[in-house]
């Protein structure tokens, strides 16, 4: 054919016949090389064939940046340490491997001393969670030092897009780190490749020993089924004594009717309680209001101070488990450890003091812009709920009354009694509705009974 040459090649005593274009130039010809077999050309490949293996890692994905905004945050652990959760309004920025926190928006053009504290994103967890706090919209940031972060927007939106982007980046800074790991062992890799190989191709014992290798496996896989089948006779037989066990367990009726067994006063259900203890009033809130009269109605800020939550969860304890509470006992000398019990009884109701059903029509009510239309609404309403919600509201309002009277001492107004008990007292069911929303017309409900209680509900003058 034309144009077309054969060149006779000998190498290592081996002829190849290699054809190439006449007209090839001579840099095309110095390009063109005969490529023979020896025993170290599979190492010649593998090293050339390093920048392949290379290319197969996948690029990072594009980090997401965010315009830099407050957003509420509790740190609940430090390296595995866990700290006292307590919520604060903070600045937070989103970098391509960092979250940042400062306590407020000017520290942030300070040097990493002034910053509050630094989130490294690489191998970091972010989930939702709604079981580490009663606030909505919440999401757990975990890193691989074992610190633990919560992070809160009111606005589920805001709250969704921070979780979107800080999980995007956390993933794309993770990829990031281990593509870099493998490039830099990829070296390392490849070298144990080809000693392994050279080995394998120099010493024929290799191959002997392999068959023998592969034939003890299936000797202990064969062992390993065996084991498997006297397991699953060994699994039935635990199941059968269980369900027999089960079939001779009490129930919990019985064991209630024993004693063994006792319903507990937090968690419970108002009507329960009540008729477990043959009134319309616990006596727990009898006891915890009997107390704050008699020694609390002049305290600086009653019902606003928290108390020592570890004294409240001893005092909760006590009241649990039936044993004999005394509130004048020097360990309940705080009065603030004894309304804070009366909160934490309120907020772990069952089903609010203001039941799930008449939420929604109180908001209705509140809504009312006539003043006597809505005294005679939310008058009607009170005067349906259930007769242990009726006389426990009666009580509790007569006593905030009272509370008031002494408003010059303690210092607390009618609006900040309202703060604290509107979401103490009621709350929608599953969480309908907006949080911010709901938390308005729970306040303006509680501050509207209050100062309409005279008429509302008829009181003993004390």
Known sequence: MAGIRAVNLE??????LLIQPSNTSTELEKAVQMRTKTAHSSEVRLSQSKSMVLQEFEPP???????????????????GKKQKKSWSLMWTVL???????YKDKQETGLTPSGKSDAVQLCGTVIEWTNQKSRRKNVFQVTTTTGSEYLVQNDCYLTALKWYNAIRKNANSSTKEEKGQLQRSNSTEHLSRFRSSSSYASTSPSTKQRNPAHRRSIN?????????SASDSTDKNGVKNR??????????????????????????SHLSTLCKREGTTV??????????????????????????NLATIQKLRFVVDHEEE?????HQWEDIHVV?????????ELSEPLFPFSFFQPFVEAIKIKDHQEKLDAVRKLVQQLPRPNYDIMKLLFSHLQRVLLHSKKNLMSTQGIAIVFGPTLMWPNLDAGNVAVNMVYQNHIVEFILIESQNIFVMDKK
């Open 61 to 79: 994905q594009k980090t997401m940046q965010l315009k830099n905004e407050y957003l509420n945050v509790a740190k609940l652990s430090t390296e």
């Open 11 to 16: 190498s290592g005593g081996k002829k190849v």
């Open 219 to 227: 000797v202990f896989s064969s062992t390993k089924l065996k084991h």
């Open 339 to 347: 309304t804070g019990a009366l909160k934490l009884f309120f907020r």
């Open 242 to 267: 269980l369900k027999k066990f089960m079939t001779r367990r009490p129930s919990m009726k019985t064991l209630q009717e024993k004693g063994l067994i006792k319903d507990q006063v937090f968690g």
């Open 325 to 329: 509470l005394d509130l004048d006992h």
């Open 282 to 307: 616990p006596q727990f809130i009898q006891t915890c209001l009997d107390a704050i009269e008699k020694r609390g109605l002049e305290t600086d800020g009653i019902y606003r101070v928290s108390g």
């Open 95 to 101: 970098t391509a491997d960092h979250l940042l926190f």
